[in-house]
Every structure is written in C-alpha cells, then in structure tokens.
T-cell receptor, first 113, second 114 residues
Framework: GDSVTQMEGPVTLSEEAFLTINCTYT??????LFWYVQYPGEGLQLLLK?????DKGSNKGFEATYRKETTSFHLEKGSVQVSDSAVYFC????????????FGSGTQLTVLP | EAQVTQNPRYLITVTGKKLTVTCSQN?????MSWYRQDPGLGLRQIYY???????DKGDVPEGYKVSRKEKRNFPLILESPSPNQTSLYFC?????????????FGDGTRLSIL
C-alpha cells in the first residue's frame, strides 16, 4: 500500500538558517504530493502541493520538488523565521483512491531567535 | 468563511461514557474524514465518507462509529470510550474525484479518557 516516510524530528534551527525536511514515498500509481503545516493549537493547513513529476510547489518561501526517480518530495526553505515553528506533514493522494490522503509521521520544527 | 467546525475542542471523560464529537463543513464538500493524531504516528484515518449515507473504514476504525445523514455533518461516536482512545482528533473535508485537491481541516478535538 501507499506510505510516506519523513525524517525524524524534532528539528531545531536558528533564525535565518536553511531548512530541509526529507520526505520519501511509496505508491503504486502516480500520486499528488502535499506538505501540510500544523501551527500550535490549530488544524492542518495546506502549505504546498505538486501533482506530477518535476513539478515544484512553493508557498511562503517554502519549496518542494516532485522527484519521481527518487520518490521524494523534500521540503526546503532558505531562511527560516521564528513564525515557521510548527509541525510539518508530508502526504500523498493517489488518483482513484477513496482514502484520499496518506500522511507521514510529522516533523516538529522549532526556530530560535 | 469556508471552514470545518469541530465540537468540543477539549473533553475529559471517563471510560465507558458514550460521547459524540461533531463536525460540520460549509463548503458543500462530498468527502469527509476523521483522523486521530498520536505522537510519532502522524495522522491515521478512522473513517471516511464519500457522500450522504456512504461511509467506510479507514486504518483504525475499532471502537468508533460515524454517520452521514446530511452532507454538511459527520459526527464521530465513541460508544464506550477507553483510555487508548485518548488522542487529538481532526475532521477534514474536500471535494471528491480529484486527487490534487487539498483537504480542509478543523482545529481539532483533544479527548482524554480516564
């Protein structure tokens, strides 16, 4: 079945540092890939998505590129801010799947001033 | 404003006392789903519904029930809660038929079963 593997957390960075959160996936077909973010006390919000190979999703300075050859969708940001502190979830959705989303385990990011 | 509303946000209760967590969406979405979030496990799907009167089990359905009598509402029922159901629960909704459509999440319900 489908699965998503994220790098273990928590991750602690200083403000303005470079961020990478690794995500790899296993899927039988051609999934769409997502990054969701969960700020403290809130539900998940869509951060960015990519729907086919080599697509790059971007939002709020975050980027991720759909790499079919390495089945990866790593999240990157060039300069993190304290306000980026949150839990980040990688997820996939397979066309024709009634289950919709399969999530990774989440990565807690803390950015220190 | 498009939103998914869950109630209550927090609940502490005791083993065996039936409880219902409500979920309502105002986006006319066909698809609704319940997840539980536990440390190190991410979000696991409990039940989902593709339309009114159509529900199906997710990954961890044991101990839960759902119903979908109206398109906007998808309550989660714990008939006889147990401590292992202590968790953070999220309801979500989306359009159906397109895998690239995001899900919209409620703000969560934190349940503690003593």
């Amino acid at each position: 079945g489908d699965s998503v593997t994220q790098m273990e957390g928590p991750v602690t960075l200083s403000e303005e540092a470079f961020l990478t959160i690794n995500c790899t996936y296993t899927a039988t077909g051609y999934p769409s890939l997502f990054w969701y973010v969960q700020y403290p006390g809130e539900g998940l919000q869509l951060l960015l998505k990519a729907t086919k190979a080599d697509d790059k999703g971007s939002n709020k300075g975050f980027e991720a590129t759909y790499r079919k050859e390495t089945t990866s969708f790593h999240l990157e940001k060039g300069s993190v801010q304290v306000s980026d502190s949150a839990v980040y979830f990688c997820a996939l959705s397979e066309r024709g799947s009634a289950r919709q989303l399969t999530f990774g385990s989440g990565t807690q990011l803390t950015v220190l001033p | 404003e498009a939103q998914v509303t869950q109630n209550p946000r927090y609940l502490i209760t005791v083993t065996g006392k039936k409880l219902t967590v409500t979920c309502s969406q105002n986006m006319n979405h066909e698809y609704m789903s319940w997840y539980r979030q536990d440390p190190g496990l991410g979000l696991r799907q409990i039940y989902y519904s593709m339309n009114v009167e159509v529900t199906d089990k997710g990954d961890v359905p044991e101990g839960y029930k759902v119903s979908r009598k109206e398109k906007r509402n998808f309550p989660l029922i714990l008939e006889s809660p147990s401590p292992n159901q202590t968790s953070l629960y999220f309801c979500a909704s989306s359009v159906i038929g397109a895998a690239n459509q995001p899900q919209h999440f409620g703000d969560g319900t934190r349940l503690s079963i003593l």
